[in-house]
């Protein structure tokens, strides 16, 4: 913990002295001092030998030859970058520091990985493609959300819309086909969020209590849905043909990453798509400019003659677009059949993205990303059984605090996020 | 910061903020009596919604409304019978006999707890998320006290719940501390540190001092005897205990300095402060308190209901907690009734289940769909046509952090 007394003692010296800023090197230089520790300690108790890296899944086509790096060793320099340019970056302020944050928590990765697979067979495998799929339904969640809280309307029924939509993507996929479950999965994500419009900026409804109670009614009528299919007819009504991965030519053959990111199933496609629409639509049309201008101050938009409410309407709307397709891949999109609360708290994770990524659609996204690496690193480490699957499983969860709490702190939503327009 | 719950009043002529404390009785009634109207339109509308999807889920019905045209009566007295039956077994299985009225009343129990933190926090200006990691902090800590330890008869269910209360503080305090610290949105800490508390709970059922002798099950014994809430009236205790409690929130919240702080600070933190009260206190304390609240909760699945510990041991009570509160109108008192209501749809659609084959789910969906009117009372007003008291406006609430 002696970052944190230097950092204490050091802060009066500062040209500015910036109450503000002193907190927040506390906090960074606290967060550093204690993963260095951590370090420290994983350093001390590495076995010793190689650790493997295979670039490639066992499955594909090319096959690259593992690189392979001595475990103790690898794990003293991690330790030496975190303490070193830990110290910068607590001294360091804007980008600079978080570029330094970054590779600080890169190098704490890389000795974590060091010294959880020193002396094990396993390679560390490829966490590409399963980081993809985890953090797809996420990245649409988070578009969703980022389209309705630009525009004012804050979004917490994330998590319903995915449930509905993957009810309906479900029973559409098996009634109708399954990429018709697509379209059914956007059009019930519509629905959820036409209440959520409705009840927001009609009736001018607490936003937050909404959010929650459309969760709850979302996943109370799903699975009321869900028990009026008979053990009979699963069969027939909630049965849907999973997506299969298509390959796109060209793109697909690239090493390491092509098979990852462009052998993929349709709906993943989408995801990138709507990542480009979103930000696209937000900052760069003329569309794009009047939600931003309904969410920051709705009151000047009004005098310029924009519609607020009719503006708030479209962004929700078109934000349960694709929070349904979210919702559709917990059913077509990976595991078939609609089970109660199959998306398990996804949309809730989908939200922190979106706070972590300041509201911003490729912040929203690099967030979201990085929810689903620590979700596929947990999945790969469970294998080694070195920490217990329980703990391993709350640090997705702790990740996202330290992230918050240590880091992003007090992020500005849109200044009107959440507040009901009534013309005065 | 400041989600204004939605303490207001339809039509508060004392003022927004503390709802007319009995100065009067008379005027206190006709105070009180658009939101008692506004709150009965809700529940029924909610529960005309039901009767559709009960409708819907009736074969016997559904196939004689496929002939409506031909003859609609059939179809019609089809319909009603299978409404009149659902709702028939939902309230006899609620209050319809001894047994089903302690039923609703114990599943009322750890709603009132969760709900009265839920609602404290709220009054504070906190969107607390968090009631069901509290409640397993809770719970836990309860159930480890209880079947581990050997302690003389009242001492031993007095230790278990202490235990439960300061860990659910502990937990909701975390929020607290974090929140006034750096900033970081409440709602984000408290989903999270619900997914980390089953996370541990799941992790100590794998461990042998939490689970059942002789058994690899995730599922702990249940607690000794001597740390189980005795039966009174046919009710066990930790019912008395949670009308206690509630008590205490109002006394706290109306009748005390930190109350009022608190409800200073969520009305407007600013304002609070420019006052010289501290805002990070009554955050903090407001979470420490809220967490008690749910941590109680917790207890009273584990010493009162005599559950085992597992990993679903707070079922969906943490989140039911919140539309509790909300639609008590995060008032003490409010939770109280507004947790009864909930107690009952869910004992009687127990009920409902096995006498009619309507799907338990029902019970949730009426629960959303009740809350969900009482927070648009316009949409109410519109569709029963209540006039107006205050000129259609309803809680406007403020977002993420103005």
């Known amino acids: 913990m002696s970052t944190v007394e230097a950092t204490a003692a050091d802060a009066p010296a500062v040209v500015v002295r910036n109450p503000v800023e002193t907190r927040r090197r506390i906090r960074v230089g606290v967060i550093v001092g204690i993963s260095a520790l951590l370090m420290l300690w994983m350093w001390v108790t590495t076995k010793s030998g190689d650790v493997s890296f295979a670039p490639t899944s066992p499955f594909d086509e090319h096959q690259l030859s593992p690189i392979t790096f001595p475990a103790q060793q690898t794990a003293l320099i991690s330790l030496l970058i975190m303490v070193g340019l830990g110290l910068a970056c607590v001294f360091t302020r804007g980008a600079v520091a978080a570029t330094l944050g970054f590779v600080v928590g890169v190098a704490f990765l890389l000795g974590f990985l060091c010294w959880a697979y020193a002396g094990q067979p396993l390679p560390i495998t490829n966490p590409l493609q399963g980081t993809l799929s985890y953090a797809t339904p996420l990245i649409f969640g988070a578009m969703a959300g980022a389209l309705g809280e630009r525009a004012g309307v804050i979004n917490i029924a994330i998590e319903g819309q995915f449930l509905a939509g993957a009810f309906a993507a479900s029973v559409s996929a098996t009634v109708f086909g399954n990429y018709m479950g697509l379209i059914g999965g956007a059009a019930a994500g519509v629905v959820i969020a036409a209440l959520l419009a409705l009840f927001a900026i009609r009736y001018l409804v607490n936003q937050i209590v909404l959010g929650v109670v459309l969760v709850v009614f979302a996943g109370g009528i799903t699975s009321f849905l869900l028990d009026q299919i008979p053990q009979d007819k699963q069969l027939t009504l909630n049965n849907p043909v999973v997506l299969q991965p298509k390959a796109i030519p060209g793109l697909s053959n690239i090493p390491v990453v092509g098979p990852a990111l462009f052998t993929q199933t349709v709906l993943v496609y989408i995801m990138y798509a709507s990542v480009v629409l979103v930000t696209f639509l937000l900052f760069e049309t003329k569309w794009g400019l009047r939600v931003r201008a309904v969410g920051e101050h709705p009151t000047a938009a009004d005098t310029v003659g924009i519609k607020v409410k009719w503006v708030r309407w479209q962004a929700v709307l078109l934000g349960g677009v694709f929070a349904g397709l979210g919702g559709a891949f917990f059913t077509v999109g990976t595991n078939g059949a609609f089970d109660k609360d199959v998306s398990a708290g996804n949309g809730f994770i989908a939200l922190a993205a979106l706070i972590m990524g300041r509201w911003h659609p490729i912040g929203a996204t690099l967030a979201a990303l990085f929810f689903g690496f620590v979700f596929q690193m947990q999945n790969q480490l469970q294998l080694l059984q070195r920490i217990p699957s329980e703990l391993l499983g709350m640090t997705p969860y702790i990740a996202t605090v330290i992230a918050v709490a240590g880091f992003v702190g007090r992020v500005r939503p849109p200044a009107a996020d959440g507040e009901p327009y009534v013309k005065g | ?402």
Request: charged share 10%; with cysteine; glycine share 12%.
């Open chain 2, 1 to 402: 910061m400041n989600e204004q719950a939605k303490t207001e009043q339809p039509a508060p002529s004392d003022g927004p903020g503390e709802p007319p404390v009995a100065r009067n009785a008379v005027a206190n009634l006709s105070a009180y009596l658009p939101t008692v109207t506004l709150t009965i339109a809700s529940i029924v509308l909610a529960l005309l919604v039901g009767a559709v999807l009960i409708i819907v889920s009736n074969d016997d019905a559904l196939s004689k409304f496929s002939y409506f045209f031909s003859a609609p009566l059939d179809g019609i007295k089809a319909g009603l019978n299978a409404v009149g039956d659902a709702y028939w077994a939902l309230l006899k299985g609620s209050v319809g006999s001894g047994a089903a009225l302690s039923g609703t009343l114990e599943k009322a129990a750890p709603l009132i707890c969760g709900g009265l933190g839920v609602s404290l926090a709220f009054r504070a200006g906190l969107f607390n998320i968090g009631a069901q990691g509290q409640l397993i902090a809770g719970a836990t800590a309860a159930a480890y006290v209880g079947f581990t330890w050997n302690l003389p008869v009242v001492v031993h269910l007095l230790v278990a719940l202490i235990a439960a209360l300061v860990a659910g503080g502990v937990w909701g305090g975390i929020v607290g501390l974090l929140k006034a610290q750096t900033g970081a949105h409440e709602v984000i800490l408290t989903i999270m540190l619900n997914y980390v508390a089953v996370q541990i709970l799941r992790w100590l059922l794998g461990l042998n001092a939490f689970q059942a002798p002789g058994s690899d099950n995730p599922t702990s014994p249940v607690v000794d005897s001597d740390a189980r809430f005795p039966q009174l009236f046919g009710v066990h205790l930790g019912f008395y205990v949670a009308v206690l409690a509630a008590v205490g929130v109002w006394w706290l919240l109306s009748r005390t300095t930190l109350g009022f702080e608190m409800r200073a600070v969520g009305a407007n933190p600013d304002a609070a402060r420019t006052a010289g009260m501290s805002v990070a206190k009554a955050y903090v304390l407001a979470m420490v308190i809220a967490g008690l609240l749910a941590g109680l909760a917790g207890a009273q699945q584990i010493v009162g209901h005599q559950d085992p510990l597992t990993d679903g041991i707070a079922g969906s009570i943490g989140f039911d907690s919140i539309t509790v509160a909300l639609l008590g109108r995060a008032t003490p008192s409010g939770t109280v009734l507004a947790a009864l209501l909930f107690g009952a749809l869910q004992s009687g659609g127990i009920q409902m289940q096995a006498a009619t084959g309507t799907p338990l789910s029902l019970s949730t969906v009426l629960q959303a769909l009740i809350v969900l009117f009482i927070a648009a009372p316009a949409l109410v007003r519109a569709i029963v046509r209540i006039r107006s008291q205050d000129g259609g406006g309803t809680v406007l609430a403020k977002g993420w952090n103005a």
